[in-house]
């Protein structure tokens, strides 16, 4: 029965040995781990404050993500137009520079054409004389070789101009 109710200078060592292990754990071990445990704790706090600024500043970056995308986008079609437009101006220009030469070149042509007729008709006009100058020449020849021809052909002359 000794064993199973403890004496009363038991019960006292052990209260003193339970107080002095209190006092030493309260001076030496319980502020180091309370301080740890408050450190832990103020450090999942500002984790948790972090990542909820991470989280935070990650839909901001979306968010910033999707307007550039959309402002890309906008720029890329503006650009796209502005290219089919300046394409469409080239190709106009380009058009209306060809025919421009095209009626040069008819122009050109048509004056070429022109000043060879007119050469032409200045040769032919030449010729046409110079056969008219030698047939004439044939003509008087042939007239003014005999004398009689030539005495009549002046007497008919002189009449045509008296009656002048």
Not at 40 to 51: D, Q, V
Not at 120 to 140: F, G, P, Q, R, W
Not at 142 to 152: F, G, H, V
């Amino acid at each position: 029965m000794d064993l199973i109710t403890p004496g009363l200078g038991l019960v006292f060592w052990t209260v003193i040995t339970f107080l002095f292990l209190l006092i030493i754990l309260k001076k030496f071990a319980w502020k180091p781990i309370l301080g740890a445990v408050s450190d832990r704790e103020e450090g999942i706090k500002k984790a948790l404050a972090s990542a909820e600024n991470a989280r935070k500043e990650m839909e901001n970056l979306h968010a910033d993500n999707e307007r550039i995308l959309k402002e890309a986008r906008a720029e890329r079609e503006a650009l796209l137009k502005e290219a089919r437009d300046i394409k469409i101006k080239m190709i106009d220009d380009a058009k209306g520079e060809a025919q421009a030469q095209a009626d040069k070149i008819i122009e050109q042509a048509q004056a070429a054409i022109e000043s060879e007729k007119k050469a032409a008709m200045a040769e032919l006009k030449k010729h046409v004389a110079d056969l008219s100058i030698d047939i004439a020449e044939k003509v008087v020849r042939a007239e003014l070789s005999n004398k009689d021809k030539q005495l009549e052909l002046v007497e008919s002359m002189l009449g045509e101009a008296k009656l002048n």
